[in-house]
């Protein structure tokens, strides 16, 4: 299993960036796909997941209504929508696959398959 993100980058305060996440030996369809992001120094940090079963859709407080995840089943890849990025989302972004309850969507740990991380830059 390979979980591929891509698209991250430099981007000013206010700015938009499409995070892509390409998965080869694995069904996006048929796992929850996550993203998760991470500072150095602090925990990783729960940004969005879309759920296997009938596809519903949940946000980090922090990231709702600015942030979207999709998912593009013939392409098996997961996408996340970052609007109106501020100074403080600057990290690592990674991609996770898993089948966790509802109640651990939030749980890194829980998640069995990890990207290897993009880096967002976000200039103030």
């Known amino acids: 299993v390979q979980l591929q993100a891509s698209g991250g980058g430099l981007v000013q305060a206010g700015g938009s960036l499409r995070l892509s996440c390409a998965a080869s030996?694995?069904?996006?369809?048929?796992?929850?796909m996550a993203w998760f992001r991470q500072d150095p120094g602090k925990e990783r940090e729960f940004v969005a997941v879309?759920?296997?079963?009938?596809?519903?859709?949940y946000y980090g407080d922090s990231v709702q209504g600015r942030f979207t995840i999709s998912r593009d089943n013939a392409e098996n890849t997961v996408f996340l929508q970052m609007n109106n990025l501020r100074s403080e989302e600057t990290a690592v972004y990674y991609c996770?696959?898993?089948?966790?309850?509802?109640?651990?969507?939030?749980?890194?740990?829980?998640?069995?398959?990890w990207g290897q991380g993009t880096q967002v830059t976000v200039s103030s």
């Open positions: 879309v759920r296997w079963s009938g596809g519903r859709k």
């Open positions: 996770a696959a898993g089948r966790p309850p509802l109640s651990a969507i939030r749980t890194p740990t829980i998640y069995r398959y």
């Open positions: 030996g694995l069904t996006v369809s048929n796992y929850d």
